[in-house]
Each structure stands twice: as C-alpha cells, then as structure tokens.
C-alpha cells in the first residue's frame, strides 16, 4: 500500500516537472530547431496515417494545436485536451477558422465519461517510463472497435537514443521499440494497423515512431 502511495507520488512528480518544462517553452515550442525540422517530417508521416474518411477524434497532449492543425485541415471534428495551460492557449489562437469544429480542454475532468472514435497521442509518449501506463489511461477515451496513433522516440535509433541523452537537460524523455510497444498493444487487445518511422522515414532506424493499432471489440 505505502508502496503504491509513493509509486503514485513520483508518477505525479514526474508528470509535474512535465507540464512545467512544456509552459516554459510554449511561446517558442514550434519555431525552435531542432522541433521545426523533425517535427515537419513527423507531421508528414502522420498526416498519412489517418483513416481516410475524417471522424471525431481526441487530441491527447494536443500541445500549442501542431497535430490538432493537421486533422483539422483533414476535415476532422475534433477535441484538444493538453494539462499545459500555456501550450493549451497557443492552440487555442491558431485555428480560428476551424472554431466551428474543434473544442480545447485543459482538464481531464472535461474527458471522463467520454469516447472517440480516434485517439491521436504525439509526442506524449516520450516521457511515460512505462508504455502501458499511457495505453491504459487512452483506453479509457477509446470507442470499441477504435484506432490510436501515437508516436514515440524509437530506441533502436541512434538518434532517437542521442535525443535521451540531450533530453537529461531539459526534460527526460524514454525511448521505446516498435517490438516492446507492439507486444503491449497486442496484449491489451489491440491490433496493428500499420507501424511507420520519421527522420528518416527508414524502417526501423527513424528517429520517431508511429504506431496505428485498433481496439478490437470485446
Ligand atoms: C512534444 S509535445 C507534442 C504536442 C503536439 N501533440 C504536437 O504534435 O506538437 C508533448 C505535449 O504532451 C503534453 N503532455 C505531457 N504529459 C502529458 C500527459 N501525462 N498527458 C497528456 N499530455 C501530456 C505536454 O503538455 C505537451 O504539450
């Protein structure tokens, strides 16, 4: 019991320190290098993962609206959720001519009780030490029968292992396989749609990861 407790209390330590990194940079999130570079090269990728008839999907750490831009340019209705004020209200100037098809929330309590149809999750899984704690919690939002794509710093890269080690200075982030996320995902019920790399868009060596997988019904 006193061990869950602390377990608990790092957990929200760590997601803290977070959030607190992401306020900071907010203002220069999208314009600094290396973001910039890379960050045009995932979007691409990912822009090529959604489902091709757009639906209503859940931005989960949305951030200042850069993948949100992306599925609202793709005619989606969608829902921003990010804990960072201040990346929240960068995301919330960017589109005011997609007002009609998008709502921001700040606070988890605006997701309880709620599902989607698409789950898309960029960028969030870096910091999570432990992959299935992220799946769990997006389970929760995701309609049976449900996609999620998400990505996540790849382990088997040499960049992505450089970008771990930088990572120690600003905010740690912890790289995973496309083997480990796979397995956690298959055992949870899902299944692969499809696994894509970006920078460079090798299988495998790609510094980012993209994995599409569905929530088979029960
Ligand atoms: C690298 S940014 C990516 C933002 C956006 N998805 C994009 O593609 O530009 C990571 C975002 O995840 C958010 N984040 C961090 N921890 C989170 C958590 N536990 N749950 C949801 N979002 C989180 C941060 O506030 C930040 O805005």
Redo the contacts with the bound molecule.
């Keep these: 019991m006193a061990r869950l407790r602390l377990e608990g209390q790092i957990e929200k330590s760590r997601?803290n320190k977070?959030?607190e990194y992401?306020n900071k940079v907010?203002r220069r999130?999208?314009n600094r290098f290396p973001?910039e570079f890379i960050?045009r090269r995932?979007?691409r990728v990912?822009s090529q993962m959604l489902p091709s008839e757009p639906i209503k999907a859940l931005?989960?750490?949305?951030?200042?609206?850069?993948?949100?831009g992306v599925l609202l340019r793709a005619n989606y209705t969608l829902t921003g959720?990010?804990?960072?004020p201040e990346?929240?209200a960068m995301a919330k100037s960017a589109y005011p001519q997609f007002e009609r098809n998008v709502e921001w929330f700040n606070s988890k309590n605006d997701l309880a009780g709620k599902q989607w149809p698409l789950i898309?999750?960029?960028?969030?899984m870096?910091?999570?030490p432990d992959a299935a704690m992220?799946i769990r919690?997006l389970c929760n939002y995701l309609m049976p029968g449900g996609t999620l794509i998400f990505?996540c710093p790849n382990s088997l890269s040499p960049l992505g292992r450089i970008f771990q080690v930088l990572s120690r200075f600003t905010c740690q982030v912890y790289p995973k396989s496309e083997y480990t996320l796979c397995a956690i995902l298959r055992a949870m019920g899902f299944s692969i749609n499809e696994v894509r790399y970006a920078f460079p868009e090798t299988r495998g060596i790609g510094h980012t990861l993209f994995i599409s997988a569905t929530l088979l019904h029960e």
């Design positions: 997601k977070v959030i992401y907010a999130y999208e973001t960050g995932e979007m990912f931005d989960f750490g949305c951030g200042t609206g850069r993948s949100t959720y990010d804990p960072s990346m929240l898309t999750c960029i960028g969030v870096d910091y999570f992220l919690e990505s």
